[in-house]
Structure formats: C-alpha cells, structure tokens
C-alpha cells in the first residue's frame, strides 16, 4: 500500500508509469465513507428484500457482471490521441424511446447526450479503447494526467476513427463523483444529459477493479444493479435520476449492505469473493442502474486480453444468500425519473405490471394521466 494508505493503480495496459491511488474520487466522498456500524435500516427494507427475492428465485445470492454489461476502464496521458465526440442520440435506434420524451425541450442549446465537461472538447481515447460489446457499450477512460474520468455509454467508432456516442461526461478524480441536476425534466432520460448511468452516478463509482482484489481490500462502496427498481422515486444524493419501472420498487441511489455482524467464515469463499463481501459489510453497495438479476460490477478486462479466470467467478457470492442483506435507512425519497415507456425494455415490464395489478396509485405520473386506459 501507498504512505497515504491507498492501492496504486498501475495497469499494464496504462500509457505511463505514473501509479494512480484507488478508490476514485476524494477521500471524504460519499463513496469512500464506511458506514457506520450500526447504521439502521429502512422501514421498507424487509419488503424490498423480499422483492428482490421474487425477482431472481432460482439465483439466492448476489451475481457478479465479470464478462459482459458491466465497464471496460482505459488510461490516458498527455500523448493520448484526442477526439471530439459526434452525439447520435438521434439517429440511434436503441435510443428513439429517449428522443421522443425530450421532444419538447430540444433546441439548438439542449445537450443531445453530451454534458458540456465534453462537448465541443477533444477528449483523450486511447488507439485500443473498446466498448463493452453489448448494446449499453460502456466506456470509462481515467486520464492520468488531468485527473479526470470520461465515461461513454452506446459508443462506437467508425471505419474513419471518430468516436460516436448517445451519452458522455467528464468528472474530476479528485472530486466527489456526484452529478448535479440542471435543465433535466421529468420523464427525460439523464442519459440525454451526459450521465452514462441511469441513476446519474459515474460508472467508475463502486466499479470492483482489479487491482483491489489483487491487494485484498476495497476500501468504497461498490455499484449493484437489479430487476425491480422503484418507478420515479429516487435517493439522492448519491442518485440523480432514476430508470425504475416497478411501483413501491427498490429506489435507486439506496444502499444494500451484508450483514456486518455475519461471519464470513460460514462460507466457504476464494479470497477475491472474501474481499468482496468484506467490503459489502463495511462499505456497502449502491443501487445504480437495472439488469436482469441482483449484480454487482467487476472492471471488463476482456477488452485487454485479460479476464478473471483463476481469481473471481461471476457466482462466487452466490453462497451468501439475500437474506444476510438489509437497505439503509434513505429518508425522504426524490421523486422523478425517466417515465418507463420510453424505454424498450422498461416498457414490457411496466405494461406487463399494469395489465396484472391495475392503474391505481399511477395518477401522478404526468404527463401520463389517465393514459394508460
């Protein structure tokens, strides 16, 4: 460890020598502050649990996105090649859902995607830098020598090298990986603003990097995702927004934490896993964003040639089931977020709900009262 008590960050894929401590952002971040040990949970935890059991029953503990949908992290320098961004919000397909709930505001001022830390900039992308391969294509690239994060979400190059994307922003390292709401209205997504995460949070924030397992100890609360988050009411900070489509869902921006009381020597974890789960009793993790089960995030080292294998499975959490998990206390709730017909797959869910259990309690979701019958 370094005299300041952080890892140093030195991958070999990396365009300099020059270490880089880990966790991201400040030290008195919201996502570098432990909890404290005997933080309360919520009122609602005890139902949302058993939500996110419904919601994955043959799974009983949490998974962890290794291989696919989850962040590829590249390293620039000052002689990284620098490219200005072409937004294609809207000509992408996956993304029409997104242009029809921001018609109303578009005009020649509104960001289309890119958060003004980006557009009109060149941003350092390093000649090997590739997306995640699928269609969320995240990308995240730590920029060593400003001290600045880029995040990328459904990016692509062309045949000619320009970098295309439906979303970008720039966050400092050393600050408090937080975004800041400005100009964004109900039922957009926070994507058309620059965040590359739903909930609004960088996607470097509770990213497990690989270095950390290396050295044992994560010292930041770490980033899940699951299949039921909350419909319009979000906790923030850390949240900005939400992409929920369940009504009374789990709210993004809450915190998951394994019981700190609970002795992992019950189970029979690899040293990586053991690692992991320390840091959920300590730390916590931070709803972010939907996925089809209850997952963490691991750093995508496939884009390096690299992978996992022989030190972390995507299932090596699984031993410790949901019920050794509570979510904190997360008062007041925010209300907002991304209305779920605008997005395809958020769609099928929130019909489905409705056709099973009615249009009560949804008259507030402007503007679409009464719509739904």
């Given at each position: ?245 369940l009504p009374g869902g789990v709210p993004e921006g809450c915190t998951l934490r394994l019981d700190p009381a609970l002795d992992l020597a019950r189970f029979d974890l690899r040293p990586a896993a053991l690692t992991i789960a320390r840091a959920l009793q300590e730390y916590g993790a931070v709803l972010v964003d939907y996925a089809g089960a209850v997952t963490l995030y691991g750093e995508l080292l496939t884009p390096h040639g690299q992978s996992w294998a022989g030190r972390l499975g995507e299932e090596d959490l699984a031993a410790i089931g949901l019920e050794h998990y509570h979510i904190l206390a997360t008062g007041a709730l925010t209300e907002g977020g991304s209305h779920p017909v605008y997005h395809q797959g958020m ?27």
């Open positions: 460890m370094a005299s300041n008590g952080k890892f140093n960050y030195n991958l070999p894929n990396a365009m300099t020598t020059t270490p880089y401590p880990l966790p991201f952002f400040s030290p008195d971040s919201f996502w570098n502050t432990p909890l404290p040990p005997r933080a309360a949970a919520d009122h609602h935890s005890a139902r949302w649990m058993q939500t996110l059991r419904a919601a994955q029953p043959s799974r009983p503990g949490l998974h962890i996105n290794l291989n696919a949908w989850t962040i590829p992290v590249f390293h620039a320098d000052a002689a990284t090649p620098r490219h200005r961004l072409c937004p294609k919000l809207l000509r992408c397909h996956l993304s029409q859902g997104h242009v029809k709930a921001s018609e109303p505001y578009l005009s020649a001022t509104h960001p289309l995607g890119l958060h003004a830390s980006v557009r009109g900039h060149a941003i350092p992308i390093p000649d090997r830098a590739a997306p995640d391969g699928e269609a969320d294509a995240h990308l995240s690239i730590v920029d060593l020598g400003t001290r600045t994060a880029y995040d990328l979400w459904q990016c692509r190059r062309d045949r000619a090298g320009h970098w295309h994307t439906n979303a970008a922003i720039a966050y400092p390292l050393d600050g408090p990986g937080l975004f800041t709401v400005s100009g964004l209205h109900r039922d957009e997504s926070v994507h058309f603003h620059g965040p590359c995460r739903a909930s609004g949070v960088p996607a470097l924030a509770g990213l497990i990097m690989r270095e950390e397992i290396r050295a044992g100890r994560i010292a930041h609360k770490l980033a899940w995702a699951c299949p039921v988050p909350g419909l319009q009411r979000y906790v923030s900070p850390p949240a900005a927004w939400t992409d929920g489509w769609a099928r869910l929130f019909y489905d709900y409705i056709e099973r259990h009615g249009t009560a309690g949804l008259e507030r979701l402007e503007p679409w009262r009464g719509a739904y019958v």
